[in-house]
């Protein structure tokens, strides 16, 4: 008896224990949450700090760092977001509030979400209870490693002294032997280019020119021979190269120096066996203010040419431009080279006539040009490539990119392996002088160029950058894809006044203006809509993605290896990869690259518990029976499911209440279940269906105004029941984009016009009606429409185009369809808009047989038009003396009929004309020709291009 009450008590004296350990959660969340904020300090500091004031030491304690940080924020998160989740509610039935017994049997059936709430939320926090300890303990350990060893703070600083020597002077000595003139293959167009633009201009006012591009194109090279080129014009001559870490405070004195010595040329005994005085006298000992003074006096009236070769930074810019004279009249020019497309433009002058910047950007050289470099280098002038090489020498320039330092670093390193048998040798080399983590050894200089354009990112675009490693080579990113999965991963940082979409855009175009990715796709406003990673900087960043255990990759060319630490973001590129039993309660995102395969994966989609995105785009494994894992996971804020061929969307998709991205395009989705309307952090959903019952969208659910964030709703349809979907429509004061099909009476669609009426941050509108009436014309009625659009797409019969449409001055692109108006009447109330780009009349857009632009329809910016001439027999279309004077590229659908076109020689600004129909039509094989005909008759530069899209007949 005695011993079962000692049982008893000792049980509930451990119970009692338990309990105060997991009552302490909290407190020990707070302190660990402010360890993660100096941890993450710490972090910052390193990535700031020089490379080369960090030992392998060092190196290896913010491994431990990193990991450790990674911990706490699994904790930090499963107890923000799990933990303290709200409890369950009631689903939205409209009948429930005028129905006591519904919210009676409502409330009964929500009793077990809630007991199951609880008691998941205690597992949840003993879990917790259990891990905290040993966190705070590794913390200790972590801190005295660091003492033990003498890991120094200091370490952490960044150098102010800390030169490097510069990727630029690196590039300039391997593409610049005196005796070597296959450095010039592919630059020779654009020295004579930039040659002639530095001589010309009658303004005698000193110019800059900025020469653009990523490292490895060969800037520095162009630059310097344009200087050869120009020695006769400009005697005066100096080239000075600016360090990554130039400080304007205490680098100019050396700058000038070099500069003075490189412009005054010594001066022998004149013909009198007198003397002359040394210009450069006694400047080592003067100091910046009497420098710049020397240098004004020496180049006032003289004519100079500068090269301010890989300049960085606009305040270095800024530091330099303060010591060249400024009222020098003799036609001077500065000529600067740089990787970041801002500061080639803060750099340059503008052109007064011309009205854009003097920026020379540079461009990779082509797959022949590439070959004819490489051949010359290995081989020699005269030599040729042995049949056996031919493959590995393909693989090498595919990699080099198009860039010359890096084919001649390649091309050098195999000029000793020429014979055929040498195949072996070129494969060793590859892969022998990559670039290696942990210690800065060259390929030629190229990864140099590209570890320093890496290193000198701020230490957000530095995690940004790294992500990238998460996609193949020569991968097309989408922007939008590429931006929300930045946000759902908290790699996005808050700012004052700004969305976190907004701050993302900010560090992708920050990106492309760096030259650290490339714009794959740019949209007819400019816009980039997604981009590259080019392969020497996908190689950087993999490596020190791996190094740092940020991303683990599985197959593709890319991986080398597999990382032994946690797996934070999984990267499956290759069908069927190896796939341990490691554990994978740990990744945060979870990425597929290839459409077959991964079954194995996918059953264990029940272990990815602190998932926060999961991109399965094109994966076709994915069943229907998996949706029941993705369901489970809280923490999901982006999922993508493009291409996949799920069927059914389970109804607890609304559990997932921290999702912030829903992709669900080319999926055999009828629809998505009400539950959807729960989702009240949602900010985009996409919908897309190949499936032909829900071609045109989804119904509009009810609940729709709950989704307070959306930012993106496309493919809906409205149907006569939906009023209520429709007036909520407009309580989505974040809606940007609304993409809805109209298949209902005047009534409910008034509704819509309605709610539209509230929808003022919308910039994207397409309206599409189902139906054979005019309901259209409401859109006429509104009387406050959404005035900030930029695209919008009207497809619908409708009496006369609405009066508001001139008012969008912000309208950049638009798309009208099955209006059957008068061209006259489209025509004249859009001529004025001042910033539109792009405008597509589409299928029987308007009624007329002549589809007449005169010059009253003036059409200021319009570069592209687009008329689809394909609903009648016979169509003309007519350009006028004065008319769209600024398209450049003109579209036309002729389909299987007659239609003419005339006056092309009024487009001056004209680059491309397409024309698409179908073979067998006559009318259009004529067009072709004479467009060619036209094209051949103007000018070399204004001659444009034509494309003939020919579609299989019977389609």
């Keep these: 008896m005695e011993n079962a009450a000692s049982i008893v008590s000792k049980f509930g004296q451990a119970l009692v224990e338990e309990l105060q350990e997991i009552r302490g959660v909290g407190n020990k969340i707070v302190h660990l949450r402010d360890e993660l904020s100096s941890m993450n300090a710490v972090l910052r500091m390193l990535a700031e700090a020089d490379d080369d004031c960090i030992d392998h030491l060092v190196r290896e304690w913010t491994k431990q760092v990193r990991e450790l940080a990674s911990d706490a924020k699994d904790c930090v998160d499963i107890y923000k977001l799990r933990v303290r989740r709200p409890l369950p509610r009631l689903p939205v039935d409209p009948g429930a509030p005028f129905n006591c ?494 459409p077959e395969g991964h079954h194995q994966l996918l059953e264990r989609l029940g272990d990815f518990t602190l998932l926060r995105v999961l991109d399965l785009e094109d994966c076709k494994a994915v069943q229907n029976k998996h949706m029941k894992h993705v369901c489970r996971m809280i923490l999901l804020r982006f999922l993508n499911l493009n291409g996949t061929d799920i069927s059914k969307m389970p109804k607890k998709i609304g559990k997932l209440v921290h999702l912030q991205t829903l992709s669900l395009r080319k999926t055999l989705l009828d629809g998505l279940p009400q539950s959807v309307t729960e989702l009240e952090k949602l900010e985009f959903l996409y919908f897309h269906t190949r499936s032909r019952r829900s071609y045109y969208g989804w119904r509009l659910p009810c609940g729709l105004g709950r989704m307070k964030a959306l930012r993106v709703l496309n493919k809906m349809v409205l149907y006569d029941d939906g009023a209520e979907s429709a007036r909520e429509i407009g309580e989505l004061t974040q809606l940007r984009k609304l993409n809805i099909s109209v298949n209902c009476s005047q009534e409910v669609f008034q509704v819509l016009v309605a709610a539209l009426n509230r929808t003022y941050s919308l910039r994207k509108l397409w309206i599409v009606d189902l139906g054979t009436g005019k309901i259209m014309n409401i859109l006429g009625q509104m009387t406050s429409p959404p005035l900030l659009l930029r695209s919008m797409r009207i497809c619908g019969r409708i009496d006369g185009m609405p009066e508001w449409f001139g008012s969008l001055m912000h309208l950049v692109k638009l798309y009208i369809a099955f209006t059957m108006l008068s061209s006259d009447e489209i025509l004249g109330i859009l001529c004025e808009l001042p910033n539109l780009l792009h405008l597509t009349l589409g299928y029987s857009s308007y009624t007329n047989d002549a589809l007449a632009i005169s010059a009253k329809y003036r059409f200021p910016v319009l570069k592209q038009l687009s008329v689809d001439s394909s609903d009648a027999e016979q169509k003309e279309i007519i350009f006028e003396q004065g008319s769209m004077a600024m398209v450049e590229k003109l579209e036309v659908e002729f389909g299987s009929w007659e239609t003419s076109l005339s006056g092309i020689e009024h487009l001056p600004s004209l680059k491309e004309v397409v024309i698409e129909g179908f073979r067998s039509n006559d009318t259009l094989n004529q067009t072709v020709l004479q467009l060619k005909s036209e094209s051949d008759l103007r000018l070399v530069p204004n001659q444009f291009k034509v494309v003939a899209r020919y579609r299989w007949e019977g389609l």
């Excluded at 006769?232 to 010595?261: I, N, T, Y």
């Excluded at 990715?517 to 981009?531: E, F, H, T």
């Excluded at 190689?539 to 593709?556: D, I, P, T």
């Design 101 to 594: 017994a519904r919210r009676l049997i409502g409330h009964a059936r929500l009793l077990p979400a809630i007991v199951r709430h609880q008691f998941l939320k205690l597992y949840l926090k003993r879990c917790l209870a259990a891990d905290l300890p040993e966190l705070l303990d590794r913390m200790v350990i972590i801190n005295e490693r660091r003492a033990r060893y003498g890991v120094d703070q200091e370490a952490l600083r960044r150098s102010a002294t800390f030169t490097t020597v510069s990727p630029a002077t690196l590039s300039a000595r391997a593409l610049r032997p005196s005796n070597d003139h296959d450095q010039f293959i592919g630059l020779t167009d654009q020295v004579n280019a930039l040659a002639d633009k530095l001589r010309s201009g009658d303004d005698k006012d000193m110019k800059v020119f900025s020469i653009v591009g990523f490292g490895g194109l060969g800037k520095t090279t162009l630059a310097m021979e344009v200087c050869r080129e120009l020695e006769v014009d400009f005697p005066h001559q100096a080239q000075v190269s600016v360090s990554q870490a130039f400080d304007g405070g205490k680098d100019l004195e050396g700058l000038l120096k070099r500069m003075l010595h490189q412009m005054a040329k010594r001066k022998s005994d004149n013909k009198d066996g007198i003397k002359e005085e040394d210009v450069v006298a006694g400047i080592d000992d003067m100091d910046v203010p009497g420098l710049t003074g020397k240098l004004q006096d020496l180049l006032r009236d003289k004519r100079y040419l500068i090269v301010i070769d890989d300049v960085w930074t606009i305040l270095a810019w800024d530091a330099i431009r303060s010591i060249l004279p400024t009222d020098n009249k003799y036609k001077s020019r500065i000529i600067v080279t740089t990787r970041v497309d801002s500061v080639a433009k803060a750099c340059s002058s503008v052109s007064a006539a011309l009205g854009h910047y003097f920026v020379h950007e540079m461009k990779a050289l082509g797959k022949e040009v590439s070959k004819q470099l490489f051949i010359n280098r290995v081989f020699g002038p005269e030599g040729t490539c042995p049949e056996e090489l031919k493959p590995s020498m393909l693989t090498i320039l595919r990699k080099c990119g198009g860039l010359p330092l890096t084919i001649v670093s390649m091309a050098s390193l195999l000029a000793s392996y020429k014979s055929p048998g040498s195949k072996e040798m070129w494969e060793k080399n590859m892969q022998l002088h990559r670039f290696s983590t942990g210690e800065q050894s060259y390929l030629g200089g190229n990864e140099a160029d590209s570890y320093a354009s890496y290193s000198h990112l701020p230490h957000h675009l530095k995690t940004c950058m790294m992500y990238l490693s998460i996609f193949p080579e020569d991968y097309e990113i989408k922007k939008g894809r590429l931006l929300s999965r930045w946000i759902a991963e908290g790699l996005v940082s808050e700012r004052r006044g700004l969305t976190l979409l907004e701050v993302a855009e900010s560090y992708f175009d920050e990106l492309v203006s760096r030259n650290m990715i490339v714009p794959a796709n740019i949209s007819y406003d400019g816009r980039v809509k997604s981009c590259r990673v080019h392969d020497m900087m996908l190689e950087v960043m993999v490596l020190r993605s791996m190094e740092a255990n940020f991303v683990s990759l599985v197959g593709g060319e890319q991986c080398e290896g597999e990382s032994l630490g946690k797996i934070r973001r999984l990267s499956i590129q290759s069908s069927g990869g190896p796939m341990d039993e490691r554990s994978m309660k740990h990744v945060r995102s979870l990425s597929t690259f290839q």
